[in-house]
């Protein structure tokens, strides 16, 4: 649905972002992931035309968002949920945009009960909590009822009880068909309901695959703790097994508990523990990262 191509943007001396090619589908959620100032706001401008990139371009179906005929109902953006007038109401607010875009009055009533505003519609948005700008913003985003949604950071200032509002609205937006592409500095976050990831560093891609693809590359192992380390860490070596002596520990990799158990068993080894170990999402991801800035992880 969407192709970004080469897309590139020079700040002075620095690339914000460096030749970024990249496609996000529809009927999917795809988080878009990186440190802090990696470029992810810079992207998803450049991705609504709201800043010139220096070089490359961006298609929706094949078309340049410049050419859209009524961009509104392709795609919905919320880039900053500050963006509003703290004088008007919700309703009032909302009103205004579908005037600009040409959209009936009638879709501001829906917008504002699909993102549960109703009880809210007629107070300023300047009284609003960040919380709440974020779900009045979303609701301008879906006016038109586009097919395709870019949130950067939409779950900033949401209470728990609202990201997980926030996160089923967006999945079931998915399954019904649209696209959406959602930033976050928070990789636990995003793994928890983002099928597709575009992980990017200092403005490159680093990676842009399926949640799926990354965790099943990841190393899964067994850690054992006995008291004869010595002797089960020269068995399972025998057995072709890569083991690692960490401390009071082996660690086994590639394997599984079942064949380590078996090796254990065999050789009558007194166990006090044995347990799986696989590497979080998190963990690959900070490694993909880990030379550019640190991730916040909470
Ligand atoms: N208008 C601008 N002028 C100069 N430099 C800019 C401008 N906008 C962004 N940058 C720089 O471009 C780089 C990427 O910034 P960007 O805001 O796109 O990152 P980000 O991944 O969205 O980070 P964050 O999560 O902190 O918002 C940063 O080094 C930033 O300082």
């Known amino acids: ?21 990249f496609g996000v589908a529809a009927g999917r959620v795809t988080g878009f992931v990186g440190p802090n100032g990696a470029g992810k706001s810079t992207t998803m401008r450049m991705m609504v035309g709201l800043t010139h990139p220096g070089a490359g371009d961006v298609r929706y179906s094949g078309v340049h968002y410049r050419d859209l ?12 949920a500050r963006c509003m007038h703290p004088g008007r109401t919700a309703r009032n607010h909302l009103r205004a945009t579908a005037a600009l875009s040409g959209i009936p ?19 300023r948005a300047g009284k609003f909590s960040l919380g709440m700008r974020q779900r009045l913003a979303l609701a301008s985003a879906l006016l038109g009822e586009p097919q395709v949604l870019l949130l950067d950071e939409p779950s900033n200032g949401l209470d728990p009880d609202g990201i997980r509002w926030l996160r089923d609205y967006l999945k079931d937006f998915a399954r019904r068909g649209g696209t959406v ?24 891609l680093l990676a842009a695959e399926s949640v799926a693809a990354i965790t099943g590359r990841n190393d899964v192992g067994v850690l054992v703790r006995t008291l004869q380390l010595v002797e089960l860490e020269a068995l399972l070596a ?22 380590v158990s078996q090796i254990v068993f065999d050789n009558s080894i007194r166990l006090l523990e044995l347990s799986e170990t696989s590497r979080s999402l998190e963990d ?15």
């Open 105 to 123: 009055f009638r879709r501001v009533g829906e917008v504002l009960a699909e993102v549960g505003l109703e009880p809210a519609a007629n107070k």
């Open 1 to 21: 649905m969407i192709t970004v191509t080469a897309l590139t943007k020079r700040y002075g001396n620095s690339l914000a972002v460096d030749d970024m090619t």
């Open 284 to 298: 690959s991801l900070l490694d993909m990262t880990r030379s550019s800035a640190e991730f916040a992880s909470t």
């Open 69 to 80: 005929k009524d961009p509104a109902r392709i795609v919905g953006a919320v880039l900053d």
């Open 181 to 204: 592409f959602v930033s976050s500095h928070l990789i636990s976050e995003l793994s928890m309901f983002a099928d597709d990831l575009v992980v990017i560093g200092a403005g490159r």
């Open 238 to 259: 025998a057995h072709g097994l890569a083991v690692e002596n960490v401390v009071d520990r082996l660690v086994v990799h590639g394997t599984t508990r079942d064949v």
